[in-house]
């Protein structure tokens, strides 16, 4: 038996905006958002096995082994590679679950790349992407790793330079389910497309939304309650209140900041209204386990 480990974090994502621009003839949206790493990450111990078995240790409320990301991700890695290895997988999860903050797919884009490392693969960042998306339409940005203007179903990237930013998240108690929200009809499936691939400056940025969001507040009080403490909060401290706003399909919320120290003002002030758990996260210009991608 092979002793060798790898201990790898996998970071939780935030939609500075979602726009729902169409549907697609198969069911699937067609989205246009920008992704931004945050320095909140789940971790992943893998162990090498040199008996081809792979095998999740620990439970993870609500999610048996075989329906798991990163067992799923491993195995599918393992089929399509022909590699006779295996490994233990131990997850320590600290993203919340159905939070719109891709703790799922960042597991399973973590598990991909730190076995394409152990398992010796030598697979480039595209052929893993390409194989993620078969995994989650949001694992091919975690592959890209950097920040990223994303269109399609958030497969098709591109690099995007931001000012550096701190955010505050909030995550109320309530998760909430990705397919319901896409499927409400009263969704905004037109909106017109901000097209801000190029730019070098977050001004653009912040003029989008996120079409998810009224449909959650809607029926997730939890979530609105969350959202008006943190709007409330950026008013009180300067800042402009309309930045703050949910990530993905929810339950999350977040503001950003220019400073840590404004950053932790805000959370304080959130913190004293008991809507959820509050952190102060830094963002991240690229995935801890590094990326290739430049521009």
């Known amino acids: 038996m092979l002793s060798e480990i790898l201990q790898a974090p996998a970071p939780a994502k935030l939609n500075l905006f979602l726009h729902v621009t169409g549907r697609r003839a ?3 949206h067609e989205l246009e958002t920008v992704f931004q790493l945050i320095d909140l990450c789940d971790h992943i111990d893998l162990r090498l096995r040199e008996d081809g078995e792979i095998r ?11 329906s798991d990301l990163i067992v799923r991700a491993a195995r599918l890695l393992q089929a399509e590679s022909g590699t006779t290895l295996g490994v233990d997988l131990a997850l320590d999860k600290t993203i919340p679950m159905g939070g719109g903050l891709g703790g799922g797919s960042s597991d399973a884009a973590t598990v991909l790349m730190a076995l394409n490392r152990l398992w010796r693969l030598g697979w480039p960042d595209e052929r893993l992407a390409a194989l993620g998306l078969r995994l989650g339409a949001d694992v091919p940005f975690f592959i890209f790793g950097r ?20 955010f505050v998240v909030v995550a109320p108690p309530v998760m909430v389910p990705t397919a319901g929200v896409f499927a409400a009809p009263e ?7 901000l097209r801000i691939a190029g730019l070098s400056r977050d001004d653009r940025v912040w003029q989008g939304g ?8 809607r029926r997730y009080p939890e979530v609105a309650a969350a959202l008006s403490s ?10 402009d209140p309309a930045r703050a706003r949910m990530s993905g399909s ?10 840590e120290a404004l950053a932790g003002r805000l959370a304080g002030a959130v913190l004293r209204s008991e809507v959820g758990t509050v952190r102060v996260c830094s963002g991240l210009s690229r995935h801890p386990l590094g990326s290739r991608q430049v521009g």
């Open 187 to 193: 969704l905004t499936r037109n909106t017109e497309p």
């Open 210 to 217: 996120n079409d998810l969001q009224p449909v959650v507040l």
């Open 56 to 66: 999740r240790h620990g439970a993870l409320p609500g999610v048996p082994p075989e």
């Open 250 to 259: 929810g339950a999350c919320v977040f503001c950003p900041t220019p400073t």
């Open 230 to 239: 943190l709007k409330d909060a950026a008013l009180a401290a300067g800042l």
């Open 147 to 166: 920040t990223a203007y994303a269109r399609g179903v958030g497969e098709r990237l591109e690099p995007l330079e931001l000012a550096p930013s701190w």
């Open 26 to 28: 198969d069911g699937y």
